[in-house]
């Protein structure tokens, strides 16, 4: 059976025509308030990627990516990208972006071998964002800072969308509570890392867990990171590793924690050697991406993903991701839902 949670005696608060025009309305208006926060401008992004370049973002490293050979190319193969966190930095490269300002870009991906179940979907659709920074930026302060703005445009929008349509509740509350992995580790040394995400969230309402990638005191990692664009094995002044994080948040609908924004200070020269000679992944040096970090190219910066549809379904109180993006689902979930009024797009 697939993997679904039913919320008790759940009934969407808007229709299907009111849901439409209320995720127009919240995309518009997070990228305006995001875009003005953190100065992004829009670009236009691919939808694939060529092979072996080292430009597709690899995740976590086990998911396979989704490709086909391009006829007039003599069959070289392409790659539905799973993210732009490298083609961002190559991006401000090309386009001289100078600091303190960035890019977004509207990210579709394929992930074909996600597990579906109320928040995951095959399509991923995000707002991919990255900014120049200057050396002295890459600190963990500074990380807290941008999370900070980000989280103010989130609350903009759901207070914006509450008022337009006040039969949704708003459950964000005024902050954001700053741990490290090895902090909550040390807190819930019996749970597993998911586990801790819920019971930190639940208590706090909306976290940043800073330092995702390396492995902690338990001897794992809190969740895996590729080692070329998140920088999670550099010391920072709090006395931890990493200056990458997730931004979530609990979600009383669902009752649980749900991720809304991967992200974090990229990797520099040094980083991306360490971090790849910790994965036994030293080879990518010679691939494209790598090359032009290596050799200076590309600018310092920082980045992330904010899930679209994802975040139209937590500011709508919406039970499942479905219900503000068409996609595929299994069968029997459609009939689970159908059953218990949640309308799949």
Request: glycine letters at 6%.
């Amino acid at each position: 059976m697939s993997k679904v949670t039913i919320p008790a005696n759940y009934h969407s608060a808007l229709d299907l025509k009111q849901t439409e025009l209320a995720i127009k309305k919240i995309k518009d208006f997070f990228l305006s308030s995001l875009s003005t926060e953190l100065r992004l401008r829009r670009v236009t992004a691919p939808l694939f990627v060529l092979r072996g370049l080292g430009v597709n973002d690899d995740l976590n490293g086990t998911e396979r990516p989704v490709s086909f050979p391009v006829k007039d190319m003599n069959g070289s193969v392409a790659e539905v990208v799973h993210s732009l966190a490298k083609w961002k930095r190559l991006t401000l490269a090309d386009y001289s972006v100078e600091p303190n300002f960035g890019i977004i870009t509207d990210m579709n991906a394929i992930r074909a071998d996600e597990e579906l179940d109320n928040i995951h979907s095959l399509y991923v659709d995000q707002w991919d964002w990255e900014r120049v920074i200057l050396s002295q930026h890459r600190n963990v302060n500074f990380l807290k800072c941008i999370v900070r703005k980000i989280y103010s445009a989130i609350q903009r929008t759901e207070f914006y969308i509450c008022e337009t349509y006040p039969q949704l509740k708003a459950f964000l509350p005024e902050e954001v509570f700053f741990i490290h992995s090895e902090e909550l580790c040390q807190m819930y040394p019996d749970m597993s890392p998911k586990e801790r995400e819920h019971a930190i969230c639940k208590k706090h309402g909306a976290v940043f867990i800073i330092g995702i990638g390396g492995k902690l005191s338990d001897g794992k990692e809190h969740d895996l990171r590729a080692p070329d664009y998140d920088d999670w094995s550099t010391p920072n002044e709090d006395g931890f590793l990493g200056l990458n994080g997730d931004l979530l948040v609990w979600y009383p609908v669902l009752e649980r924690s749900i991720e809304l924004s991967s992200m974090g200070i990229r990797v520099d020269k040094d980083a991306l050697l360490r971090q790849l000679q910790l994965q036994g992944k030293e080879e990518r040096k010679e691939l494209y991406f790598h090359k032009r970090l290596l050799d200076g190219s590309l600018p310092l910066s920082i980045g992330g993903g904010i899930g679209q549809s994802r975040l139209c379904m937590l500011l709508l109180n919406k039970a499942h991701i479905g219900e503000t993006q068409s996609s595929i689902w299994p069968d029997d979930m459609r009939q689970t839902c159908r059953e218990n009024h949640i309308h799949l797009i």
